[in-house]
């Protein structure tokens, strides 16, 4: 089967970090870009950051610039998203899809979304 797996999320103080992981089953990781992409309660999905297929290219969220470090390693078909300075706002279910080789700004070009992972940031 073709899927993504998000995990890492949980619940954390404000100021606090998480590294959310996002492995891929069923195909090889590097012809693809990979975006990662949050839902609040309420809100609409957004995306958060992405990295193209070669790495070269890392994309992110005005509102986590600076705070979240976005990776990946092909060999363990996982891209990680390093969360540091976590404050409430970035309480939501976070997910995970494909693109290939480029980042897009457009979600509908994302496929193969996982289940989420859920991040609490709260005291």
């Known amino acids: 089967q073709l899927q993504f797996v998000e995990s890492g999320g949980g619940l954390v103080q404000p100021g606090g970090s998480l590294r959310l992981s996002c492995a891929a089953s069923?195909?090889?990781?590097?012809?693809?870009?990979i975006g990662w992409f949050r839902q609040a309660p309420g809100k609409e999905r957004e995306g958060v950051s992405c990295?193209?297929?070669?790495?070269?290219?890392?994309v992110y969220a005005d509102s986590v610039r600076g705070r979240f470090a976005i990776s990946r390693d092909n060999a363990k078909k996982t891209v990680y998203l390093q969360m540091n300075s976590l404050k409430p706002e970035d309480t939501a279910i976070y997910y995970c899809?494909?693109?290939?080789?480029?980042?897009?700004?457009?979600?509908?070009?994302?496929?193969?979304w996982g289940q989420g992972t859920q991040v609490t940031v709260s005291s």
């Open positions: 069923g195909f090889s990781l590097e012809n693809y870009a």
């Open positions: 899809a494909r693109r290939f080789f480029a980042c897009s700004q457009y979600q509908n070009e994302y496929v193969y």
């Open positions: 990295i193209s297929s070669s790495g070269s290219t890392t």
